[in-house]
């Protein structure tokens, strides 16, 4: 599985910010669980939200009703929409896949790219 993430940028505290992760591959993408985690700087990549293909959703604590993982089968794609965002959401942001639902909230098999998202006035 190739993924590819985008829609990261400068946002204000307290803004919104939608980010998109585009998947393609040989295997029916049915078979993957879709996730998005973010590494800051000086920490540890972390685990930030998951669904499966029918749209069941996990999310980590920190970002539970804040932010919302979304998934268009028909297009390949999975989205994470953020909202009420604050400087500690400052992160490179990877879209990740995998088989199995305990690997994609842990370590997920595929990554994409990473993207820039900065919260600051």
């Known amino acids: 599985v190739q993924l590819q993430a985008s829609g990261g940028g400068l946002v204000q505290p307290g803004g919104s910010l939608r980010l998109s992760c585009l998947a393609s591959g040989r295997e029916p993408l049915h078979w993957y669980y879709m996730g998005w985690f973010r590494q800051a700087p000086g920490k540890e990549r972390e685990f930030v939200a998951a669904?499966?293909?029918?749209?069941?959703?996990f999310y980590a604590d920190s970002v539970k009703g804040r932010f919302t993982i979304s998934r268009d089968n028909a297009k390949n794609t999975v989205s994470l929409q953020m909202s009420s965002l604050n400087p500690e959401d400052t992160a490179v942001y990877y879209c990740?896949?995998?088989?199995?639902?305990?690997?994609?909230?842990?370590?997920?098999?595929?990554w994409g790219q990473g993207t820039q998202v900065t919260v600051s006035s």
């Open positions: 990740a896949s995998d088989p199995a639902w305990r690997q994609i909230t842990t370590t997920p098999d595929f």
């Open positions: 669904i499966t293909f029918s749209g069941n959703t």
